[in-house]
T-cell receptor
C-alpha cells in the first residue's frame, strides 16, 4: 500500500527565503506525481505534475523534482512571498489515476 | 467556464438521512473522482470513474454510492448518513487518468 510522508509538517519563514518541501513515498511504481496547493477552506489547486519518466518540472518560481527510484520528490519555492502561505500537498498517482495524498506541509511566509 | 462545480457547499444531516452531493464539470473530462478530507487522515479516495457508465471503488467506498450516466456529472450518494461521514468532500476531474486533476471547492458535511 502506497504511503506518503511530507516533511516538515509546518514551516514559518520570512519573506524572500528560498524553500524546499519534501515528499517521500513507499511504492516507486508510480505513474506520475502531482503537487497541489490548498488555501484554508478552499479546494486544491494543481501546481505541477511530473511524469514518472521526468526528473523535474518548473512553473515560475516553483520547481519540482522527482527521484522515483528512491521514492522522493521535492518542491522548491524561490523568493517566497506572503501569498505563498498555504498547505502544500504531494500526491503520487497510479496509472488508474488514483491519487494518494500526504498530510501536507503548512507554510507561513511572514512579511 | 465554470470548471468543477460542487453543490451544496454546506450541509447538516441527521443520522440515518440520505442525500446526494453533486459534482458537475464543463471541461469534457472523462475522469472524475470523489475524495474526503479529514483532520489527521488527509485526502482519501472514495469512488472514481474513467468515463460515462464506468465506476470503481477507491480506498474508503463503504456507505457511498456513485453513478456516471453522463460525462458532465458524477453524484455521490450517502445512503444512510453516519457521524463518521462528517467530512469535507471534494470532487476532482481530469482529461483522463494520469493527467492533471482539477478539484472543486468542496462540500462541508456535518452529520449529527
Amino acid at each position: 500500500k502506497q504511503e506518503v510522508t511530507q516533511i516538515p509538517a509546518a514551516l514559518s519563514v520570512p519573506e524572500g527565503e528560498n524553500l524546499v518541501l519534501n515528499c517521500s513515498f513507499t511504492d516507486s511504481a508510480i505513474y506520475n506525481l502531482q503537487w497541489f496547493r490548498q488555501d484554508p477552506g478552499k479546494g486544491l489547486t494543481s501546481l505541477l505534475l511530473i511524469q514518472s519518466s521526468q526528473r523535474e518540472q518548473t512553473s515560475g518560481r516553483l520547481n519540482a523534482s522527482l527521484d522515483k527510484s528512491s521514492g522522493r520528490s521535492t518542491l522548491y519555492i524561490a523568493a517566497s512571498q506572503p501569498g505563498d502561505s498555504a498547505t502544500y500537498l504531494c500526491a503520487p498517482s497510479s496509472n488508474t489515476g488514483k491519487l494518494i495524498f500526504g498530510q501536507g506541509t503548512t507554510l507561513q511566509v511572514k512579511p | 467556464n465554470a470548471g468543477v462545480t460542487q453543490t451544496p457547499k454546506f450541509q447538516v444531516l441527521k443520522t440515518g438521512q440520505s442525500m446526494t452531493l453533486q459534482c458537475a464539470q464543463d471541461m469534457n473530462h472523462e475522469y472524475m473522482s470523489w475524495y474526503r478530507q479529514d483532520p489527521g487522515m488527509g485526502l482519501r479516495l472514495i469512488h472514481y470513474s474513467v468515463g460515462a457508465g464506468i465506476t470503481d471503488q477507491g480506498e474508503v467506498p463503504n456507505g457511498y454510492n456513485v453513478s456516471r450516466s453522463t460525462t458532465e456529472d458524477f453524484p455521490l450518494r450517502l445512503l444512510s448518513a453516519a457521524p463518521s461521514q462528517t467530512s469535507v468532500y471534494f470532487c476532482a476531474t481530469g482529461y483522463m487518468a494520469g493527467q492533471p486533476q482539477h478539484f472543486g471547492d468542496g462540500t462541508r458535511l456535518s452529520i449529527l
